[in-house]
């Protein structure tokens, strides 16, 4: 009982000194975590296998210049993963939103890409280093004829965008609804599976799209996702957004 008493007379007076000095830190701090969000300094953890700007050539990882808009693993002369030319072929498009998706866990993204980089957690960082890539976002590479001649369909979206702009033929899709009913009611009633009658466009396609790169972890739905084609998925997220639960 005593040392507690005497615990709790050190933790009164040292505790409001602690607030003082993590006070006077925090501005100490602030001007190093300015700095530690300009997207240049944060390239720092990608130059040592990434080149980027004017002449920018490949080194261990492919040279970033004009990535936005781009088609994963398409430049030519760089030898890519199966995994990264795979994304590509399935529609994976750089742009902020992806890329903040990828950098946050590279291998959990696209699961057999050869980047060795852990990830960036933290968000403001992610966001400050696209902006920063952006900027180069123009520059086409003299050695890169195909990037200079594609940058006018540099505005394609992500996979889920690619899916929202098609339109999904209701007949099809209900053909192959009888696929998802085994455990999907029709009716809406969820016992366990979550309903997906009524729900949005928007939130099916992107719910599909999420199992499809592994941001949803759910074993059952990924091998369902995986058969299933862009055109397939539009149809689905049709029929099923048109029934009402009962
Ligand atoms: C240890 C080396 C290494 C580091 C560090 C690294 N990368 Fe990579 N990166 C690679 C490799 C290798 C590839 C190609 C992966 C493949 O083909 O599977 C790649 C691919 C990429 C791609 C896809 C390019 C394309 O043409 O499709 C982007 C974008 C990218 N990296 C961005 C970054 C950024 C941003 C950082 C820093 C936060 C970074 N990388 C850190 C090695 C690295
Ligand atoms: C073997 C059972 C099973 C089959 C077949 C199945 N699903 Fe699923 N589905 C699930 C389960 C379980 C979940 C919840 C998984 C999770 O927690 O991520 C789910 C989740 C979903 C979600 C996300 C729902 C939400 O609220 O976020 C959608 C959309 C979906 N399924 C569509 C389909 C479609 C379309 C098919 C047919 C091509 C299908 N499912 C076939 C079991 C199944």
Redesign the pocket.
């Known amino acids: 009982m005593k040392q507690i008493g005497a615990a709790r007379k050190i933790g009164a007076c040292f505790l409001p000194r602690l607030a003082a000095i993590l006070f006077v830190a925090a501005f100490l701090v602030s001007p190093a975590l300015a700095d530690d969000l300009s997207g240049e300094a ?2 720092g ?2 130059k ?3 080149d980027i700007g004017p002449g920018a050539r490949h080194k ?3 040279h ?1 210049d004009g ?1 936005m808009g ?1 088609k ?4 030519p002369g ?1 030898n ?2 199966g ?2 030319k795979a994304a ?1 072929g399935s529609g994976l498009v ?1 742009n902020a939103e992806m ?1 903040k998706l ?2 946050e866990r ?1 291998r959990d993204f ?1 699961p057999g ?5 852990r990830g ?1 957690a933290e968000a403001d960082k992610r966001d400050a ?1 696209i902006g920063w ?1 952006e900027s180069f976002s123009a520059v086409s590479p003299a050695d890169d004829p195909a990037a200079a001649a594609s940058s006018g369909d540099h505005q394609a979206g992500s996979f889920a965008d690619i899916v929202l702009a098609l339109k999904g033929d209701r007949d099809y899709g209900e053909y192959l609804s009888g696929e998802c009913v085994t455990c999907h009611q029709v009716s809406g009633h969820a016992d366990g599976i979550p309903s997906i009658v009524g729900v949005p466009r928007d939130y099916f396609v992107r719910a599909l799209f999420e199992y499809k790169v592994n941001i949803r972890s759910n074993e059952v739905m990924k091998l369902r996702v995986n058969n299933l084609g862009n055109e397939e998925i539009a149809a689905l997220a049709e029929y099923f957004g048109t029934l009402s639960p009962q």
């Open positions: 944060l390239f953890q990608c040592a296998c990434h261990v990882g492919p970033l990535l781009r994963a693993g398409s430049i760089f890519y993963s995994a990264m590509g750089w890329l990828y950098l590279p696209i890409n050869r980047m060795s980089f960036m280093l890539l």
